[in-house]
């Protein structure tokens, strides 16, 4: 799969807003599976949105986004096969349990069995939790909970936006080393979103928007 950005904008931002972008503006960019990139952004630089745009929950931009070397009928059928993404804000519903949150998307994609599930709440340290309700939860917990409901479906590109930013370090190695194994059974590609500079996977590109 490659997801082709050309000429993309936020339709909110100006043009002197961007212009020091790599992404924003530029033409043909192409960002292929089995490929991990880093998206170095500050705040209010359009982070969150290049990310939006791409899983096509905002489609408040100029400029065109096209998605190669796949078929497709609509944009719910990219986000069912293709691609997956942890919201910044997670997107958990806080009244439903660790596990149901999880058991939702699974039950949709049937991707992962109950016990490979179980098996990922161990290893990020998250069994025990499993029927707490989210509403409970640490930040990062939630944050846990919605990497491990992101690996519930197949996919090419896998989306992360500030992805480590309520985790110790411990836990990043642990979630690091989940991912990476992800990615490579689903020869998927990564994009990471960051404000910051460490790098926690090897990354084939990164850019600055």
């Known amino acids: ?21 790599d992404i924003y503006l530029k033409k043909n960019i192409n960002l292929e599976s089995g490929k991990n ?5 500050n705040s209010g630089s359009g982070k969150s949105s ?12 100029e ?10 009928k609509n944009k719910i059928d990219i986000r069912k096969k293709f691609i997956s993404y942890v919201f910044q804000d997670f997107k958990l519903f806080g009244n439903l349990s660790v596990w149901e949150n999880i058991k939702i998307k699974n039950n949709l994609t ?4 109950d016990e490979e599930i179980h098996d990922l709440l161990n290893k990020i340290g998250l069994a025990k939790k499993k029927d707490s309700l989210v509403n409970k939860l640490s ?6 909970t919605a990497i491990v409901r992101s690996l519930c479906q197949p996919f090419k590109f896998l989306l992360l936006d500030e992805p480590f930013s309520n985790l110790d370090e411990d836990n990043i190695k642990i ?4 991912l990476n194994n992800e990615l ?3 020869d998927a590609g990564l994009i990471v979103t960051t404000l910051n500079n460490k790098y926690f996977f090897n990354y084939n590109k990164i850019f600055k928007l």
Request: proline share 2%; aromatic share 12%.
């Open 175 to 178: 979630i690091t080393k989940i």
């Open 139 to 144: 930040i990062g917990q939630r944050q846990r």
């Open 1 to 21: 799969m490659i997801i082709n950005l050309d000429n993309i904008k936020p339709s909110y931002m100006s043009e002197s807003e961007v212009s020091g972008s």
């Open 63 to 72: 400029g065109s986004i096209q998605y190669k070397n796949i078929r497709y």
């Open 37 to 41: 990139y880093l998206f170095k952004a």
């Open 110 to 113: 049937i991707h992962k069995t």
């Open 184 to 186: 490579e059974n689903q």
């Open 50 to 61: 290049i990310l939006n745009f791409i899983y096509q929950s905002n489609e408040n931009f």
